[in-house]
């Protein structure tokens, strides 16, 4: 199933909707105000806001360029060359309260309320456990939404308590909400993730990948209790989806091959785009490649990460970027990772390796003596070529997450979780300058547009 399907069934259901509300209505106000009641009634209705929801998970601000590109040149992975202008202040980590990412902000905010009114919904024509599941798809993506909000904006990393307004309804009486705490938000996520494990049935998953199952819902629950350092959670979820038998670690052998395929055996969710439907010049594949923009290059500090031999370092994975026309050499371009020239490949949101490695830092965690956390551990060494590791402790798990995980966005939450200083590995490429951790340059600033229509929003320190 390719994302024009998504946009054929969102467009339907959305057409009797626009006829009574404005196109505004649909986009990321927080009061999100506007009534549907009435025009939507079956389950087909249902199915067709559930994948507007993931289509516009597909934006170029969200999950189609900028979240992802945010979280590698926020680090040591990744920086900015400059040469189309793009990601330099997000690479500086330097923003005026006029320039923070509000794209970024309205595009979550927009995907909160497409789930909002799925949630909302009660009496429903049609096949009663379909719609459970997917209404419990609607909480597993209100859900990881605010999770995403939350990593950026939040103020858990920078000696504050604010965190981002929890939105959970769509036609509310508060056209200016507060930001709800960081420990209201881990709460509310952690609730939502919940609540749609227990609507999702695995008799009722997709299999195409680019819609959440169940077990899509268990590793999220994963990620999320890793991310706030509950362990028990986080072992259990990621145990449950390895538990299932649905997934796989690729081998060394098929590792490149994968990146130009969609729906691979360790593909838990991933979103859809297609040839003819895409972000074009504006997604993943032209900010990391290209003489247009290519502006994203890996640092040769990342390279070196890697052992001799490990197939996420080969020729095919990172290298000189291929342009001819090129003045200056890029020596460490990703060129694996969402390489289809017509900007086609569908972007993973959530691989099974990832699971396995939440699965060993949480055992580890919980008993930094249990020898199954080094031997999940090495289940990701063991296919890519590496060295095993001969012992376990947080720098080699953040090592090999960063290996495993490079140019999909992991870097700076990973650094950020564990309290972790930004590394400065290279200073004439690096524009951040390394800031400790806990400064203000950890959260992004609330954007204008939104500090000018609330009056209750607070801004973050330091802007």
């Known amino acids: 199933m390719k994302k024009i399907i998504y946009i054929l069934f969102s467009i339907t259901l959305l057409a009797g909707i626009l006829a009574s509300c404005s196109k505004d209505s649909l986009e990321p106000t927080l009061a999100q105000s506007k009534a549907v009641e009435g025009s939507i009634n079956t389950v087909d209705d249902v199915k067709g806001i559930l994948f507007g ?23 040591d992975n990744c920086f900015s060359n400059g040469n189309s202008g793009r990601f330099v202040r997000d ?87 507060a930001r709800n705490t960081v420990e ?16 999702m049935n695995p008799a009722q998953d997709d299999l195409s990948k680019q819609i959440l199952t169940h077990w899509g819902a268990e590793a999220l629950r994963s990620r999320f209790a890793l991310y706030f350092g509950d362990w028990t959670v986080a072992r259990d979820a990621a145990l449950a989806v390895i538990n299932s038998g649905e997934y796989s670690i690729i081998p060394a052998a098929g590792f490149v091959d994968f990146w130009k395929s969609d729906g691979g055996v360790n593909s838990i969710f991933e979103l859809a785009y297609s040839g003819t439907d895409n972000n074009n010049i504006n997604g993943l594949q032209q900010i990391y490649r290209g003489s247009s923009y290519g502006d994203v290059e890996g640092l ?8 001799v031999g ?3 370092a080969s020729a095919g994975m990172i290298g000189p970027d291929p342009d001819p026309d090129l003045v200056s050499p890029k020596p460490y371009v990703n060129l694996g990772k969402y390489p289809g020239s017509n900007y086609e490949d569908d972007i993973y949101i959530i691989r099974y390796e990832e699971v396995v490695l939440n699965y060993a830092e949480a055992l580890w965690r919980i008993n930094p003596a249990d020898a199954n956390a080094l031997t999940q551990l090495n289940l990701i060494t063991s296919n890519r070529n590496a060295v095993a590791h001969t012992s ?34 290279s200073p004439l490429q690096q524009t951040h300058e390394g ?7 950890y959260a992004f600033p609330i954007p204008l547009d939104e500090m000018n229509a609330n009056a209750a929003m607070e801004q973050n320190p330091g802007y």
């Open 392 to 425: 376990i402790d947080e720098d080699i798990i953040l090592l090999e997450r960063r290996r495993e995980l490079c140019f999909e966005g992991f870097r700076f939450h990973d650094l950020a979780r564990t309290h972790r200083n930004i590394p400065l590995v």
């Open 184 to 199: 209201e938000c881990k709460t509310f996520i952690m609730e939502d993730i919940d609540q749609a494990i227990s609507l």
């Open 53 to 75: 929801a993931y289509d516009r998970m597909t934006n170029g601000a969200y999950y189609g360029r900028d979240y992802i590109i945010f979280g590698e040149v926020r680090g």
């Open 91 to 177: 690479a500086k980590m330097d923003y005026l309260e006029d320039a923070s990412p509000s794209g970024t902000w309205s595009s979550i905010y927009e995907v909160i309320a497409s789930a909002n009114i799925i949630i909302a919904l009660e009496n429903i024509e049609g096949d009663a456990a379909l719609f459970n599941h997917y209404k419990g798809q609607a909480y597993a993506i209100r859900a990881m939404a605010h999770f995403d909000l939350l990593r950026y904006y939040g103020q858990q990393h920078v000696g504050g308590t604010l965190g981002v307004p929890y939105i959970k309804v769509y036609k509310g009486d508060d056209f200016t909400p």
């Open 435 to 441: 800031p400790a951790y806990g400064s203000y340059k």
């Open 300 to 307: 040769k500090d990342l390279y070196d990460a890697f052992d």
């Open 310 to 312: 490990d197939v996420r």
